[in-house]
């Protein structure tokens, strides 16, 4: 706990302003104004440390993504386990977008009055990428604001914002159908069985479904599992991370996923790493798997190559399959 100079210092040099007031005139109602000025210090401060410790705050995205252009929102809510509230606090906190770093500080005057509230923060955005509001700092203050408390609440959510959907004419290409098969052919897209391959690390974006939860515990760590396909897909979605051109490719890789899912084709979407040299697979079944991938996306480096994550990835893979590759607006069949 800290005392607000700014506040306390005035505060002092008024009540001995009227302290010296009342010496001179002898007057008592400079003295009873003395006591009126007095008396509510000990009351303002022994509540607030009463009350300050039964805060609870919590940060969470209003929606799971965001479709360009609406904007994210994000959702601060408190619980006051006391019956007694405070004002107001202030809330210092920073917003990014991993593809355009430019972190500026805001600070925010939050209401505190109710038992149990909670309030939106809107964020104007006019680029696609992934939307993070990161809370630095939250410091309550009294009623006087004579002293001040910061809270232990730093946490962060993040809300991507995909691209506006286009129509890409006559997708998909027709693939040939008589690719290497290990196992027999399902219906259903991704075809995924309750094998796990392996175990991994968690990534942004991974659902929470697929988390090992009793390795995380034990580890002390997030780790994920990685489920076996029961086929071998013959398609590949292959979409670079060029920086000058990342708006359309992510528009474009987009589109041709949920035209792949209308066509109910089966197709894997390999997202690469330029810093790592490594590349992710990712079936997707449902709209939650569409978030996930497209929040992966998000995440990786951008370069400047046109053809990085496609060199890498006919060099190193020894998957035989049909490659789609994705650069900006352009997409061509390997």
């Not at 706990?1 to 009540?15: D, S, V």
């Not at 401060?45 to 799971?64: H, M, P, Q, R, T």
């Not at 309750?194 to 175990?199: A, G, L, N």
């Not at 292959?238 to 708006?247: A, F, G, N, Q």
Request: glycine share 2%; charged share 25%; net charge negative.
């Amino acid at each position: 706990m800290k005392l607000n100079f700014r506040i306390l210092i005035p505060y002092i040099l008024t009540l001995a302003l009227f302290c010296a007031l009342a010496v001179i005139y002898e007057q008592p109602m400079l003295v009873l104004f003395i006591f009126m000025l007095i008396i509510p210090v000990p009351i303002s401060v022994g509540v607030f440390i009463s009350v300050v410790s039964k805060y609870k705050f919590s940060l969470n995205a209003l929606s799971e993504y965001v479709e360009e252009p609406n904007h994210p929102t994000f959702v601060i809510k408190y619980e006051n386990s006391s019956s007694i509230g405070l004002f107001t606090g202030d809330l210092e906190f920073y917003v990014s977008n991993r593809y355009f770093p430019n972190e500026t500080k805001h600070v925010l005057s939050i209401p505190l009055v109710r038992k149990n509230n909670s309030f939106n923060i809107p964020i104007e955005s006019y680029e696609i990428g992934l939307i993070t509001l990161r809370i630095s700092k939250l410091v309550l203050h009294d009623y006087l604001s004579l002293v001040t408390k910061e809270i232990d609440f730093t946490d962060e959510a993040s809300v991507p914002i995909l691209p506006a959907d286009r129509h890409i004419n006559d997708f998909p290409p027709a693939v040939p159908k008589d690719g290497p098969d290990e196992y027999t052919e399902s219906e259903n897209i991704g075809n995924i069985s309750s094998d796990v391959k392996e175990i991994r690390e968690y990534r942004p974006g991974d659902r929470l479904q697929r988390i090992h939860w009793k390795l995380s515990a034990k580890l002390d760590d997030l780790f994920v599992k990685e489920m076996a396909h029961t086929s071998s897909l013959a398609i590949i979605l292959l979409p670079e991370l060029t920086k000058d051109i990342i708006h359309d490719t992510a528009e474009t890789l987009l589109s041709c996923i949920k035209a792949m899912n209308e066509k109910k084709e089966r197709f894997e979407v390999c997202i690469y790493n330029d810093k790592l040299c490594d590349y992710s697979f990712f079936t997707i079944t449902d709209d939650e798997g569409i978030v996930e991938i497209m929040t992966h996306f998000y995440c990786q480096p951008l370069y400047e190559g046109n053809e990085n994550a496609l060199n890498t990835f006919t060099n190193s893979s020894n998957k035989i399959a049909t490659i789609i590759h994705i650069s900006g607006k352009k997409i061509k069949m390997i």
